[in-house]
C-alpha cells in the first residue's frame, strides 16, 4: 500500500521538538518570500537551477518535493528562507528543521546524481535589507542517507495508518447511500450538477432556493466522487457560524446513516480556541505552548480516532495531552478528509488550507457555502487600514526605539494631508513615500519584538499587524484598488485622519484559489446575475451553471409589492405610519410570527416605537447593534410554534441570512427597503470604478447587492414543503422593470 508525503511535511513530522514560539514572527508574505526566492537565484551563477523536482523511494513511502536551488558546478544545494527582524533571534527548533529539510534534499540530490558528497547551504535572506546569511556545511552521501531513513522509519507507521484509513473511506463513500428517503425536489439536480462538475474538473455555480437541503445536496456527491476522482480533501467554506453548524449537521447525518470512516475537522478562529487569551504563543508564557511538539504526537494519535473534530472534541483530546487546541487544529488540517472552515482559510493571504493544499500538491474539491458573501468577504481580505490616531497614541507611550521610526511615518502622513481639500479624498496612486516610512517602522518594531517578546500584546501589536496589513495590500495596488483619506474630525484642531486602501474587485485574488481545486462549487439561493458574480469573483470562462428549480409552489407565498410607499431616505418620516398600519393590518388577518427588516438601526426604531404606540398590544423584540451570540439566540428563540408577535432587524444584519424558523416559527416578513447601500463617498468611488471596468456601475454598487439581501431575507419565511407564507417588499421601486427579474422565478408576485 503506497504513500506520498511531501518533503516539507516529511520534516515537520518528524524533526519538529520543543516550544511552540511564535515570537520569531510574523513570516514574510507569500508574495515576499517569492520575491526573496527569486532575488537569491538572480545572484547566483548562470548555471544555477531554481525549484528543482526531486523524489525518493524508502519501502512503499515516496517522498517528493522541489529544493529552493542547487549550484551545479559547485554541487551546493540551498534551502532559502525568507525572514524580517534579528536572525539571531530563532528559537533553534526552527533551525533544526531547516536543517532537516536540506538533508532530504540533500539526500534526494545525491540520488538523483549519483553525488558521494554535497554541500548543503541554509541562506536566509532578509526581506527587508534584502542581505543574505548562509550557514554550510558538507555532507557525506552515507550519512545523508542514514538521516533520510531515519526519517522515513519514524514517519512509516503514520502513513500505512493513513493509507489503510484512506482505503476504507473511499470504499466506504464508494457505497455510500444517500442518507434520506428521498431526495427533494431540485436536490437530486444539485447533486447530479455538483457531481459532474468535479468529475468534469470544472467550476460551478448553483443557484439553489433556501430550503432544498443544499448542504447535503452539495456534501453528498463529493464524498462520492472521492475515490472516482482520487481526491485528498474536501474543504467546505462558509461566511458565518451558522453555515459551519449545517456542514457539521450534515456530517453527523451521513456517519449515523452508514459506517462512513470519513475524519471531519472544524476550524474556528485563534481568539475562539484559545485557551490562554492573556498569554503569548511561546513556552515562556503558554504551559500549552511548552513542550507542544513533544506532546503532540500523542494528541495526533488520539485527534486521529475521532471522527468528528468539531471544536468541542477537538478541545477535549487538545487538553487531555496538554497542548494548544488551536495549533493541534492546525496539525489535524494535514489529516483529515473534510475541513469545514471560514472563507478566511481558504481564500486569505496566508491561507492554512490553499497553502497546504499548494505545498503538499493535494488534489481538493472545494464547497463554497453561502456564494453571495464572497464578494464582501474576498474584499475585506484584499483591503486595509490605518488610523492615525492609533499612531499618535502609540507615539505618546511607545519605547525609545520605537520613537524615530513612528515619528517618520507620521511626518510622512502628514504631509499626504496637503493634497487633501476634502474631508474624503480618493486617490489614483498609492502613497510611495509613507509606505518607505512604513516599511522601516515595521521593520523596527519586528526587531523591538524579537528582543522584548512580553511587549507583543496591545496596541503597539495591533498597530503593527495592522501596518503589515498595510503593505501586503499595496505591493497588489492596482486599477481594481482604491486609495483614499478621511479626515476623522474636520472640525478638530489637530488632523487626523484614516488611510485606505480598498480593493473592489477581488477576482485576480479568488480565481487562482478556485482553479487550483480539482473543482470548486459556488452555491447560494442569490447568485442573479449570473454576469456580476461571475466577474467579481474571477469565475473561469468554462465554469457550469445551474439554477435549480425550487422545491416549493407559488401557492406557498404570498409575494405583495407595496408601492404606494417610498423607504427612500427623503420620504423616510412619511413612510412610519403607512408601514405600521401594513404590519397590524396583517397581524390582526393573520396572527403570528413576522420578521420585519428595514435599511437601518434607526428607522427600525422609528417604526416600532410608532407600533407600540399605536397597537400595545402586538408583541415586538429587536435587534440591536452589536449583539453578542447568546442575545441574537435570544432573539431568535422569541420565535416558537405558538408565539406572536414581529421580530424588528436590519436587512444584511445577522437575521437577514443563515436562520432557520420552520413552520408557524415564521409565517411572514415585511421588507421595507431594496437593501442599497448608503450613498456616500466611499460607494460613489466604487461606482465609478465598477462603472469603468463594468459599464454597470450603479447595478454592481448599489442595485444587485441590495437585492440579494432582501431575496435571503425573504427566504427565511418559506423553509418546508407543509411552510405557508407572506413576504411584502414595501417600496415602489421594486416594481420597475430591471428589479422584477432579480427576484426568484417561483414567486408569484402581485
Not at 511531501?6 to 514574510?28: H, I, M, Q
Not at 527587508?128 to 548562509?134: A, Y
Not at 474587485?505 to 447568485?527: D, G, K, N, Q, W
Not at 432557520?660 to 448608503?678: M, S, V, W
Request: overall charge neutral.
Amino acid at each position: 500500500m503506497s504513500y506520498t508525503v511531501a518533503v516539507r511535511a516529511l520534516c515537520e513530522f518528524t524533526a519538529k521538538v520543543g516550544d511552540l514560539d511564535l515570537r520569531f514572527t510574523p513570516s514574510p508574505s507569500a508574495q515576499e518570500g517569492m520575491l526573496g526566492h527569486r532575488t537569491v537565484a538572480s545572484r547566483r551563477s548562470a548555471h544555477y537551477q531554481s525549484e528543482v523536482a526531486l523524489e525518493g523511494l524508502y519501502q512503499q513511502l515516496t517522498v517528493r518535493g522541489r529544493a529552493d536551488g542547487f549550484d551545479p558546478d559547485r554541487h551546493v544545494l540551498e534551502e532559502v528562507k525568507t525572514y524580517r527582524g534579528d536572525l539571531d533571534a530563532q528559537p533553534a527548533n526552527h533551525r533544526q528543521l531547516h536543517w532537516a529539510q536540506a538533508k532530504v534534499y540533500g539526500w534526494l540530490m545525491c540520488s538523483k546524481l549519483g553525488l558521494p558528497e554535497i554541500e548543503l547551504a541554509l541562506v536566509y535572506f532578509d526581506i527587508v535589507s534584502e542581505r543574505e546569511t548562509v550557514i554550510s556545511q558538507v555532507y557525506p552521501v552515507d550519512e545523508l542517507e542514514q538521516f533520510f531513513n531515519q526519517q522515513c522509519v519514524l514517519f512509516l507507521d503514520w502513513a500505512e495508518q493513513q493509507a489503510r484509513q484512506r482505503q476504507a473511506r473511499d470504499a466506504a463513500a464508494k457505497a455510500l447511500a444517500f442518507p434520506h428517503a428521498g431526495f427533494r425536489l431540485g436536490q437530486r439536480t444539485l447533486a447530479e450538477s455538483v457531481y459532474k462538475a468535479v468529475s468534469t474538473g470544472r467550476c460551478l455555480m448553483a443557484q439553489a432556493p433556501t430550503g432544498i437541503g443544499k448542504t447535503i445536496g452539495t456534501v453528498f456527491p463529493m464524498l462520492k466522487a472521492l475515490a472516482p476522482q482520487q481526491l485528498d480533501k474536501l474543504f467546505f467554506l462558509t461566511a458565518k457560524t451558522p453555515g459551519r453548524k449545517l456542514a457539521l449537521d450534515a456530517v453527523q447525518v451521513l456517519h449515523a446513516s452508514a459506517d462512513l470512516p470519513l475524519r471531519v475537522l472544524e476550524l474556528v478562529a485563534r481568539d475562539k480556541a484559545c485557551e490562554h487569551l492573556d498569554k503569548a504563543c511561546h513556552g515562556d508564557s503558554c504551559p500549552l505552548a511548552k513542550g507542544f511538539y513533544d506532546r503532540l504526537p500523542a494528541a495526533r494519535e488520539a485527534a486521529s480516532k475521532v471522527r468528528l473534530l468539531d471544536q468541542r472534541n477537538l478541545r477535549e483530546v487538545a487538553l487531555a495531552h496538554d497542548v494548544c487546541p488551536y495549533y493541534l487544529s492546525q496539525e489535524m488540517a494535514r489529516w483529515c478528509d473534510m475541513v469545514v472552515a471560514d472563507y478566511n482559510y481558504y481564500f486569505d493571504f496566508g491561507a492554512l488550507l490553499f497553502g497546504l493544499a499548494q505545498l503538499n500538491q493535494w488534489r481538493v474539491a472545494v464547497l463554497v457555502d453561502e456564494a453571495h458573501n464572497l464578494v464582501e468577504r474576498g474584499r475585506a481580505m484584499y483591503s486595509a487600514d490605518l488610523d492615525q490616531f492609533a499612531l499618535k497614541t502609540l507615539r505618546d507611550t511607545a519605547p525609545e526605539p520605537l520613537k524615530k521610526p513612528l515619528q517618520r511615518l507620521n511626518r510622512e502622513w502628514n504631509a499626504l494631508h496637503k493634497e487633501q481639500v476634502a474631508v474624503y479624498q480618493a486617490y489614483t496612486h498609492k502613497p510611495d513615500k509613507l509606505l518607505h516610512a512604513l516599511a522601516l517602522c515595521t521593520s523596527a518594531m519586528g526587531e523591538y519584538f524579537n528582543d522584548h517578546p512580553h511587549a507583543l500584546n496591545g496596541e503597539l501589536q495591533s498597530f503593527y499587524f495592522d501596518a503589515l496589513q498595510f503593505a501586503k495590500v499595496a505591493e497588489l495596488f492596482n486599477e481594481q484598488f482604491i486609495f483614499d483619506i478621511s479626515q476623522r474630525d474636520p472640525l478638530a484642531k489637530r488632523r487626523f485622519s484614516r488611510l485606505s486602501l480598498r480593493n473592489v474587485v477581488p477576482a485576480e485574488f479568488i480565481r487562482p484559489r478556485l482553479t487550483a481545486a480539482r473543482s470548486s462549487v459556488l452555491f447560494s439561493a442569490t447568485l442573479s446575475p449570473r454576469h456580476y458574480y461571475a466577474d467579481l469573483l474571477g469565475l473561469p470562462a468554462d465554469t457550469a451553471w445551474v439554477d435549480v428549480e425550487s422545491p416549493f409552489e407559488a401557492a406557498q407565498l404570498q409575494v405583495r409589492i407595496i408601492d404606494r410607499i417610498s423607504t427612500r431616505f427623503v420620504h423616510r418620516q412619511a413612510s412610519l405610519e403607512p408601514i405600521v398600519a401594513l404590519i397590524a393590518q396583517q397581524f390582526e388577518r393573520t396572527p403570528g410570527n413576522y420578521l420585519a427588516f428595514f435599511s437601518s438601526f434607526d428607522y427600525q426604531q422609528q417604526v416600532a416605537q410608532l407600533l407600540a404606540q399605536l397597537h400595545p398590544s402586538i408583541p415586538t423584540w429587536h435587534q440591536s447593534r452589536g449583539m453578542a451570540e447568546a442575545e441574537r439566540q435570544a432573539f431568535l428563540d422569541q420565535f416558537t410554534q405558538h408565539s406572536q408577535g414581529v421580530g424588528f432587524a436590519v436587512l444584511g444584519g445577522a437575521f437577514g441570512e443563515g436562520i432557520d424558523l420552520p413552520g408557524t416559527r415564521l409565517i411572514g416578513a415585511f421588507i421595507a427597503t431594496l437593501g442599497l447601500a448608503q450613498l456616500n463617498p466611499v460607494n460613489e468611488q466604487m461606482k465609478q470604478r465598477m462603472g469603468a471596468m463594468f459599464g454597470a456601475g450603479y447595478d454592481y454598487t448599489y442595485l444587485y447587492p441590495g437585492i440579494q439581501k432582501v431575496v435571503q431575507a425573504a427566504g427565511r419565511v418559506i423553509r418546508t414543503q407543509q411552510d405557508q407564507g407572506v413576504v411584502m417588499l414595501i417600496d415602489d421601486r421594486f416594481a420597475e422593470p430591471k428589479v422584477r427579474p432579480l427576484l426568484p422565478r417561483w414567486w408569484a408576485v402581485t
